[in-house]
């Protein structure tokens, strides 16, 4: 009899649980279950790869010390050179002036023609001088005691006249003439071919004044 007392006095005290009940339980146990969830690591952000930049360092400082300037080389003067006079008459004193580097020349009065500086003359100058520059300039030079009737040019060769080919400089060295000297008495020269032609006219013409006394002296 007890034990079947005591079994039904267990089984009349359990109750269904209300829902009021059921809901504060609920929210008891929730900082229990709150405690047992792992929790979830997350591993930091890896940090970014410094970039090294070089840095170029730009010298702002003014150099010290005047740089030398230069000495300028002097430029040595242009070969020059001219008769004094361009119209002479034959026998007169032909004399010339020009520049030029020191050292020796040969100064050459030589037949009107076409020549170029720094070629060769090969011909025979109608007269030359040995010139010795100093001081880069010459005037006055003698270069023929008598001048000749004809046209002529002046050369200015380098070196001595024994030697001297090389045209240094010259008095109209295109088609014209530096010098014209005309005859003493006014007359235009003649070529050799010509003078012998007009010699040729004089003895024809003192054989025909022999030949016409001959004829007025004959008696009849």
Known sequence: MIH???????VQNIRPLSIVSIIVMTLAAAPLLAQTVTPT???????????????????TGTPTGTPAVPTPTPTPPTAAV???????????????SGSANDGP?????VSAGVFSI???YGGTPVSSVDLSITGGSFSGVIVNNSAPAG?????????????????????NLGAGSGLEVASAAGIPSVS???GFA???LIAAAGIFLLWRRGETSTPF
Do not use: H, W
């Open 198 to 200: 007009i010699l040729s």
């Open 82 to 96: 001219s008769f004094d006079e361009s119209n002479l008459t034959a026998g007169e004193v032909v004399t010339a």
């Open 41 to 59: 690591t997350t591993p930091p952000a890896p940090s970014p790869t410094a970039t090294q930049t070089a840095t170029v360092v730009t010298p």
């Open 4 to 10: 079947g007392y005591k079994r039904r006095f267990v």
């Open 118 to 120: 720094g070629s060769s």
């Open 151 to 171: 046209q002529f040019d002046l050369l200015l060769l380098l070196g001595p006249c024994s030697t001297a080919t090389i045209i240094t400089a010259g008095d």
């Open 192 to 194: 050799r071919a010509g």
């Open 105 to 109: 020349y040969c100064l050459a009065m």
